[in-house]
């Protein structure tokens, strides 16, 4: 136990010594403002894809998200500066598989004016994923 506390201190002063000081922390509470942020909680057996709908109807890959993980993405400002999305999510099934390529869910068009992230569970039941909206 002396010996711990021996090399502490001897690691504070070699710190003051060496001009080292303390570093700031700035608090992050979500996406900039000019983001959109899509935070998937995948509770469903596989895989899954993220896309995002723009105003001009294209599909945009978000990513993939792994069964049981939790992951943040962004809709880039140059998707959003367009028009309302939507948020649609796919089961990643293997090739081989017989799940159809567009089974899945997605939201209602949304504006990005109104809301600064969406938070979207989804459910071994793709359909009864849930989808809540986060406005700051």
């Known amino acids: 136990m002396k010996g711990r506390t021996v090399m502490g201190l001897a690691t504070a002063a070699a710190m003051l010594a060496f001009g080292a000081g303390t570093v700031g922390a700035e608090v992050i509470d979500g996406p900039e403002d000019s983001t959109l942020q899509v935070r998937i909680i995948n509770n469903h057996a596989s ?35 367009l028009g309302d999305v939507k948020i649609k999510v796919f089961e990643a099934a293997p090739a081989w598989t017989s799940v159809p390529a567009d089974s899945g869910v997605r939201t209602q068009a949304l504006s990005s004016d109104d809301y600064s992230a969406i938070q979207f569970w989804v459910e071994p039941d793709l359909r009864r994923s849930q989808v809540e909206l986060i406005r700051g």
């Open 47 to 81: 895989a899954v894809r993220v896309y995002v709908e723009s105003a001009d109807g294209r599909e945009h890959s978000l990513g993939r998200v792994l069964p049981a993980e939790y992951k943040a993405l962004e809709i880039p400002e140059r998707l959003t500066a």
